[in-house]
T-cell receptor, first 113, second 112 residues
Framework: EAGVVQSPRYKIIEKKQPVAFWCNPI?????LYWYLQNLGQGPELLIR????????DSQLPKDRFSAERLKGVDSTLKIQPAELGDSAVYLC???????????FGPGTRLTVL | GEDVEQSLFLSVREGDSSVINCTYT??????LYWYKQEPGAGLQLLTY?????DMKQDQRLTVLLNKKDKHLSLRIADTQTGDSAIYFC????????????FGKGTSLLVTP
């Protein structure tokens, strides 16, 4: 069974540019999470989807961050415009209906210059 | 928010046992998890324990939970160099929905 897929794995952009990250969860997993991991820290939740509905986006900086999961499968996380402090690893995770475990993708490492 | 604390660094010799400790503050925690992260990789789920259990064993891994003291530990028997990685403790509280609250991670170095 394929795991959580994320792309790109690495992205380098200049500040003020837009950037987007893509996630494909494990097949059959209706819950999808985006986490932010800063260097030397544990992941922190940005947003959680149940199917296509964002049920917890309280930690998402909505002035520059947006996310979508239009068909309840793949998801895209966007930053516009990017700032230097956005340099981090963006992790996607998924879990099955009623599942107690979250499975993580490899992450996208963003560097903003 | 609720805190999850871990020691930042642990060094052991190959073949010895490793014990990584974690404390948490959320008394409503329902599940507690251990994840492993190797350089440049995502988080790999190692094991988890439900809050009404006090021990779980899975091959070389033993998880101990002291709910009264809010203390969780991960013991790795016969530690190998391939176990060198960062280990994250995480908890899921009944008040936090399904979001996981992570510690900062313990960097385990296994020396030959």
């Amino acid at each position: 069974e394929a795991g959580v897929v994320q792309s790109p794995r690495y992205k380098i952009i200049e500040k003020k540019q837009p950037v987007a990250f893509w996630c494909n969860p494990i097949s059959g997993h209706n819950t999808l999470y985006w986490y932010l991991q800063n260097l030397g820290q544990g992941p922190e939740l940005l947003i959680r989807y149940e199917n296509e509905e964002a049920v917890d986006d309280s930690q998402l900086p909505k002035d520059r961050f947006s996310a979508e999961r239009l068909k309840g499968v793949d998801s895209t996380l966007k930053i516009q415009p990017a700032e230097l402090g956005d340099s981090a690893v963006y992790l996607c995770a998924s879990s099955s209906p009623g599942g107690n475990t979250q499975y993580f993708g490899p992450g996208t490492r963003l560097t903003v210059l | 928010g609720e805190d999850v604390e871990q020691s930042l660094f642990l060094s052991v010799r190959e073949g010895d046992s490793s014990v990584i400790n974690c404390t948490y503050t959320d008394s409503s925690s329902t599940y507690l998890y251990w994840y492993k992260q190797e350089p440049g990789a995502g988080l790999q789920l190692l094991t988890y324990i439900f809050s009404n259990m006090d021990m779980k064993q899975d091959q070389r891994l033993t998880v101990l939970l002291n709910k009264k003291d809010k203390h969780l530990s991960l013991r790795i028997a016969d530690t190998q160099t391939g176990d060198s990685a960062i280990y994250f403790c995480a908890e899921r509280g009944s008040n936090s929905g399904y979001a996981l609250n992570f510690g900062k991670g313990t960097s385990l170095l296994v020396t030959p």
